[in-house]
């Protein structure tokens, strides 16, 4: 794998390969010493044009876990305020020496860009490109939906039959549209649930079933029940009457999530808006996955920055639960 750019066009073997690695990747995390060689001497960029919490500190201490360097860019405080390009912030970037970028920008398609282009020669990861794709985000939710459904006997396996629902602003979701490719490859079921403003206008929107009554959605007894962010700030119309009846209609209320069977899980990429999309009691319950998806989102971005900036040379690689003495010195 040179560059992470989207999962559209990510192939069954590869997800799985990146879901294997995730999870000796997750094994490390037990030991003594959590830390592996595999980056070492290389250096990888996160150069962050639009906010985030997990994706920014998950890829840092992914890659540090990995004996990368790490460079930390955010757009808010540098040049890109005196009108600098994209073109330009990446050379200057190059000319210090990066083997790996990851990339959050605010524009669809700008990951793409950067991978096809000259400016400089480094393994691309998209941490989310406006409105388009999150590709490490659907993988995390993969391997987090394959761990609770497989348990200790994941590995290899993909999400053949699993029904997912995923729930809300679908126009406005890289995660959802991420989601929807994965899942599908991966051998699942998808189906958005969402008022007709907030979905795409096409019958079935990124190949997933669609429902606009989220009660009738849910007494299908999914397997998973994906809440999506309303993403407000990226709403420049009204979606919606208010956030009362978004609730009423959209919401994971404590009564919704009561009438749902007791396999079923709730998950979230995160940030939640409590009390509008997901109940604050519904995301506390032990069957929602918010908080175990952060923790996975750490081995999942290893597996990736690992598999992007070595194309797999098992050199450095984890292999068994006792770290080497070159593990150790890391
Ligand atoms: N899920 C997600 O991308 O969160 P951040 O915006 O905090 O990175």
């Given at each position: 794998?040179?560059h992470l750019l989207s999962?559209?066009?990510?192939?069954?073997?590869?997800?799985?390969?990146?879901?294997?690695?995730?999870?000796?990747?997750?094994?490390?995390?037990?030991?003594?010493?959590?830390?592996?060689?595999?980056?070492?001497?290389?250096?990888?960029?996160?150069l962050?044009f639009?906010?985030?919490?997990?994706?920014?500190?998950?890829?840092?201490?992914?890659?540090?876990?990995?004996?990368?360097?790490?460079?930390?860019?955010?757009?808010?405080?540098?040049?890109?305020?005196?009108?600098?390009s994209l073109k330009d912030t990446v050379q200057?970037l190059g000319?210090?020496?990066?083997?790996?970028i990851?990339i959050r920008h605010g524009a669809s398609g700008a990951p793409r860009v950067l991978a096809d282009s000259a400016w400089v020669d480094a393994a691309v990861v998209n941490a989310g490109d406006g409105?388009h794709e999150?590709?490490?985000?659907?993988?995390?939710?993969?391997?987090?939906?394959?761990?609770?459904?497989?348990?200790?006997?994941?590995?290899?396996?993909?999400?053949?039959?699993?029904?997912?629902?995923?729930?809300?602003?679908?126009?406005?979701?890289?995660?959802?549209?991420?989601?929807?490719?994965?899942?599908?490859?991966?051998?699942?079921?998808?189906?958005?649930?969402?008022?007709?403003?907030?979905?795409?206008?096409?019958?079935?929107?990124?190949?997933?079933?669609?429902?606009?009554?989220?009660?009738?959605?849910?007494?299908?007894?999914?397997?998973?029940?994906?809440?999506?962010?309303?993403?407000?700030?990226?709403?420049?119309?009204?979606?919606?009457?208010?956030?009362?009846?978004?609730?009423?209609?959209?919401?994971?209320?404590?009564?919704?999530?009561?009438?749902?069977?007791?396999?079923?899980?709730?998950?979230?990429?995160?940030?939640?808006?409590?009390?509008?999309?997901?109940?604050?009691?519904?995301?506390?319950?032990?069957?929602?996955?918010?908080?175990?998806?952060?923790?996975?989102?750490?081995?999942?971005?290893?597996?990736?920055?690992?598999?992007?900036?070595?194309?797999?040379?098992?050199?450095?690689?984890?292999?068994?639960?006792?770290?080497?003495?070159?593990?150790?010195?890391?």
């Amino acid at each position: 794998m040179r560059h992470l750019l989207s999962t559209r066009d990510l192939p069954r073997a590869e997800a799985i390969e990146v879901l294997d690695v995730a999870e000796e990747m997750a094994d490390t995390g037990t030991r003594e010493v959590r830390k592996l060689p595999a980056l070492r001497g290389k250096t990888v960029v996160n150069l962050f044009f639009e906010d985030s919490t997990r994706t920014r500190i998950s890829f840092e201490a992914a890659a540090k876990r990995l004996s990368a360097d790490v460079i930390n860019f955010a757009a808010k405080g540098s040049s890109v305020s005196k009108g600098e390009s994209l073109k330009d912030t990446v050379q200057t970037l190059g000319a210090m020496g990066v083997d790996g970028i990851v990339i959050r920008h605010g524009a669809s398609g700008a990951p793409r860009v950067l991978a096809d282009s000259a400016w400089v020669d480094a393994a691309v990861v998209n941490a989310g490109d406006g409105t388009h794709e999150h590709p490490t985000q659907a993988l995390l939710d993969a391997f987090t939906m394959r761990r609770r459904i497989h348990g200790a006997d994941s590995r290899g396996r993909d999400l053949d039959g699993v029904r997912v629902l995923i729930v809300g602003d679908v126009l406005h979701s890289r995660v959802a549209r991420s989601n929807a490719w994965l899942l599908r490859t991966l051998g699942a079921h998808v189906t958005f649930a969402a008022p007709p403003t907030l979905l795409p206008v096409t019958p079935r929107p990124f190949g997933a079933a669609v429902h606009h009554d989220l009660d009738a959605a849910l007494a299908e007894a999914p397997d998973v029940v994906m809440m999506l962010r309303v993403q407000q700030e990226r709403m420049h119309d009204a979606f919606f009457p208010n956030p009362r009846e978004y609730t009423r209609h959209y919401g994971l209320t404590a009564g919704r999530f009561a009438a749902l069977p007791d396999r079923t899980i709730v998950m979230h990429p995160g940030p939640m808006n409590r009390g509008l999309e997901i109940a604050g009691i519904v995301a506390d319950d032990p069957r929602s996955t918010v908080v175990e998806q952060v923790a996975n989102g750490v081995s999942v971005r290893m597996a990736v920055l690992y598999l992007c900036l070595t194309g797999g040379d098992r050199t450095g690689a984890p292999t068994t639960s006792t770290p080497t003495a070159e593990e150790a010195t890391a």
